[in-house]
């Protein structure tokens, strides 16, 4: 890798005490907590790995630019600011602020489509997918083969698949009012799309005439991807792979809080002035005036400096390099990892870790709750907790891979917070043998992984 910098490229100027526990004290939390993560208190944790959203460090130069917010109401000088910097990285002349990612959805999928529309993505964001129902269309996935297997080393397995793109868009012809790319693939485990296929995708919609809007949550992670992996981009830099990337799309939105390096706040950009109106008219019902949306002054202002530290190439290469050097180190002590390592998190693969557990006892969560207790670390469960549903005869449908998710906040921890945590992960795995399964005791009908109940099974139950 040309740009790697051997340590964090930034000093530390503001720091907070990390909760140093015992072991005692997190068995007490966690049988508290019912053994869901999501239930302890976050001065409970050590190292909280639970998400990259919104929780991130902010720079001097964002804190420095919130003082000179302004928080008028309509026309605020922070707005313009913001418009200005969208506009020169997307090219993109309209713009709207929303409080985060899925408000930005909501909206699109209010006035963009119909009962019954086809909305195909390489994988759609669960929030996404969740709006598209919402108005009762449809949310396709056309992502490439290699991606469902957590051992293919593909360098873009973010990818969609156009051969079934063009069928898809054959069969639904007149019924796509919206397509998708989400970069990177976030329920892929992080993995990016390829320029080549962003090209093609382009070409192929712009044919059909079908508008081709991008979710862009960890689009400066995915020119990254592609500056170190795609020949012919070595040279560029990741503002200038962005731009040409933005030039192929109608629209995009983003979830600020992950590569725009805020704690709260999202947008949706796009060319088309017809659509705008009617976006600004559903964003006045549901977040706010156009020139705030759902965001305060100073945190447009965080956003349109966080922007560009996003896309700088020595950040870059420490964000994803710590990735890389996380899943080596767990690779090397033995820990089944999902590979190739994606953009913002790493995966430890439940069913290669226990393979003697049955799915039903939720390996996944039983390896989280176990690195809990060891280290005091704070992991989630991307598995049969989070994707299982029981079926009308009570009987558990399982999803096809059994994940646990360390997802890295963006300039928060070192790399000996790092080290510290796949020691922990290497510690639980040479005691896996003694690791018990969990039950649920009580759980929601929809998304019961935020809520539910979970018990420890007896050893021999
Ligand atoms: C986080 C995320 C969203 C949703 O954004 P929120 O800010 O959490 O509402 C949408 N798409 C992707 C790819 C994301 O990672």
Avoid at 104 to 112: N, P, R, S
Avoid at 313 to 342: N, S, T, W
Wanted: glycine share 8%; charged share 20%; hydrophobic share 40%.
């Amino acid at each position: 890798m040309n740009n790697e910098v051997p340590f964090e490229p930034f000093r530390i100027k503001t720091i907070e005490p990390i909760p140093i526990t015992s072991r005692a004290e997190r068995v007490r939390w966690l049988h508290e907590a019912d053994y869901n993560l999501f239930r302890l208190r976050a001065e409970q944790v050590t190292i909280d790995l639970l998400t990259d959203s919104g929780t991130g460090a902010m720079s001097a130069a964002q804190w420095g630019a919130m003082l000179q917010a302004d928080e008028s109401y309509a026309g605020a000088r922070s707005f313009y600011r913001l418009q200005e910097a969208v506009r020169d990285i997307t090219g993109m002349p309209l713009m709207v602020p929303t409080h985060q990612g899925r408000a930005a959805e909501q909206i699109l999928c209010h006035v963009m489509l119909q009962v019954g529309s086809r909305v195909p993505s390489n994988q759609h964001f669960d929030t996404t997918g969740a709006n598209i129902e919402a108005v009762r269309a449809h949310a396709d996935e056309l992502v490439i083969e290699e991606a469902h297997d957590p051992q293919n080393l593909h360098p873009f397995k973010g990818n969609m698949d156009l051969d079934r793109l063009a069928a898809y868009v054959a069969e639904h012809r007149g019924n796509i009012p919206l397509a998708c790319l989400t970069l990177t693939n976030n329920s892929g485990g992080g993995q990016p799309v390829s320029l080549a296929n962003v090209r093609a995708v382009s070409a192929l919609l712009r044919r059909e005439g079908i508008p081709f809007f991008l979710d862009i949550a960890r689009y400066a992670e995915n020119c990254y991807f592609i500056q170190q992996r795609e020949a012919g981009q070595e040279g560029r830099a990741p503002i200038e792979i962005a731009r040409e990337i933005f030039s192929l799309a109608d629209g995009c939105w983003m979830s600020a809080k992950k590569d725009g390096l805020v704690n709260i706040g999202g947008f949706i950009a796009l060319r088309d002035s017809n659509l705008y109106d009617q976006i600004c008219q559903r964003l006045i019902l549901t977040e706010g005036f156009p020139t705030y949306g759902g965001m305060a002054g100073y945190s447009m202002e965080a956003l349109a400096v966080g922007l560009y530290e996003g896309l700088d190439e020595h950040y870059l290469a420490y964000r994803i390099a710590q990735a890389h050097d996380l899943g080596a180190r767990l690779k090397a002590g033995g820990v089944p990892i999902l590979e190739p390592v994606g953009g913002h998190a790493v995966y430890i693969d439940a069913r290669r870790f226990l393979p003697a557990m049955p799915q039903s006892y939720f390996p996944a969560q039983a390896i989280s709750v176990a690195m809990y207790i060891e280290g005091g670390v704070r992991t989630v469960e991307i598995g049969s907790v989070m994707f299982g549903r029981s079926d009308e005869a009570g009987s558990e449908q399982f999803p096809a891979l059994d994940l646990v998710r360390l997802t890295l906040p963006r300039r928060t921890y070192t790399s000996s917070h790092l080290n510290y945590v796949a020691d922990v992960g290497i510690r639980v795995y040479k005691q896996r043998s003694a690791l018990v399964g969990l039950r649920i005791t009580q759980a929601p009908p929809a998304l019961r992984h935020f809520t539910a109940y979970f018990a420890q099974l007896e050893v021999g139950e």
